[in-house]
């Protein structure tokens, strides 16, 4: 069984930082490609920004150079550091990772997603 947690969200004011974690564990033998993705109040899901197993980055324009994604391959970890927060970041923000259990085929899993409220 594979589960994703996120952590680290919160309350912050406009102009603020927080870090977002997320924890894959269970029975994984490979990650691929982890991607965190965000819901603000009455919105359709989002994605935010995206990181393949070789590391390489993607953002979405509305966060870019404001938003950083990294991994820790080694810990099954994926993190999102939030600076310039702004009111419109507002959101549940979920963590989803594309990994294989058993070596062979690959699946999505999503986190139960962490709440980030930017106001002041």
């Known amino acids: 069984q594979v589960q994703l947690v996120e952590s680290g969200g919160g309350l912050v004011q406009p102009g603020g930082s927080l870090r977002l974690s997320c924890a894959a564990s269970?029975?994984?033998?490979?990650?691929?490609?982890m991607e965190w993705y965000r819901q603000p109040p009455g919105k359709q899901r989002e994605l935010v920004a995206g990181?393949?197993?070789?590391?390489?980055?993607n953002y979405a324009d509305s966060v870019k150079g404001r938003f950083t994604i990294s991994r820790d391959n080694a810990k099954n970890m994926l993190y999102l550091q939030m600076t310039s927060l702004k009111t419109e970041d507002t959101a549940v923000y979920y963590c989803?990772?594309?990994?294989?259990?058993?070596?062979?085929?690959?699946?999505?899993?999503w986190g139960q997603g962490t709440q980030v409220t930017v106001s002041s």
């Open positions: 989803r990772a594309v990994i294989s259990p058993s070596g062979r085929r690959f699946y999505a899993y």
């Open positions: 990181i393949t197993s070789g590391e390489t980055a």
């Open positions: 269970g029975s994984i033998v490979s990650i691929n490609a």
